[in-house]
């Protein structure tokens, strides 16, 4: 379900603690990709520039959550998500990542960028003055609610090792 969510969300929110703000907290909605519609890698990656808090906030704080909804995946008019179920309803899933955001290193900034494209491709028009660049959030615990009785934590490994294809 961890991948689920992930791969076919192309949005989610991000938490992170704000430089201007003496460390509150600070909620962002971002792109995210994990890879091309048929071809989930599991890693996350966000397109990022710090005149944005989000960037900018993580530079100093690098540490954040990101949350994705299954309410939130729709397939233009198919109703997908979680149909009639009310969103906080625990059978609406959500999974909340924590980690490490950082830019991705220049030898695999093409490689990034291919996949946010791939599901974004709006970026490639972006100004080039504004310092946009690809970041993945490296994942520390992912956490899921989907079924009553709480949240539950998602192994790391298991997350990756899931075999996910939406084709």
């Known amino acids: 379900m961890?991948?689920?969510?992930?791969?076919?969300?192309?949005?989610?929110?991000?938490?992170t603690n704000s430089r201007d703000r003496k460390g509150l907290p600070w909620t962002n909605v971002v792109d995210l990709s994990d890879g091309p519609v048929c071809n989930s890698t599991g890693r996350?990656?966000?397109?990022?520039?710090?005149l944005d808090e989000t960037a900018y906030d993580v530079e100093v704080y690098p540490t954040v959550s990101f949350t994705v909804a299954e309410a939130a995946i729709t397939n233009n008019?198919?109703?997908?998500?979680?149909?009639?179920?009310?969103?906080e309803d625990p059978t609406c899933a959500k999974l909340v990542v924590?980690?490490?955001?950082?830019?991705?290193?220049?030898?695999?900034q093409d490689y990034a960028i291919d996949l946010l494209a791939s599901r974004h491709p709006v970026i490639k028009s972006w100004p080039?003055?504004?310092?946009?660049?690809?970041?993945?959030?490296?994942?520390d615990t992912l956490n899921i609610l989907d079924f009553y009785g709480g949240m539950k934590q998602v192994p790391t490994q298991e997350y990756f090792n899931a075999?996910?294809?939406s084709c």
């Open 128 to 139: 080039a003055n504004h310092g946009f660049q690809p970041y993945e959030l490296h994942i």
């Open 98 to 108: 924590i980690g490490d955001l950082l830019v991705v290193p220049k030898d695999e």
């Open 163 to 165: 075999n996910y294809t």
């Open 44 to 50: 996350l990656f966000f397109y990022l520039t710090s």
């Open 77 to 87: 008019a198919d109703a997908l998500g979680c149909g009639s179920t009310d969103v």
């Open 2 to 15: 961890a991948r689920y969510l992930v791969h076919n969300n192309l949005w989610g929110v991000m938490g």
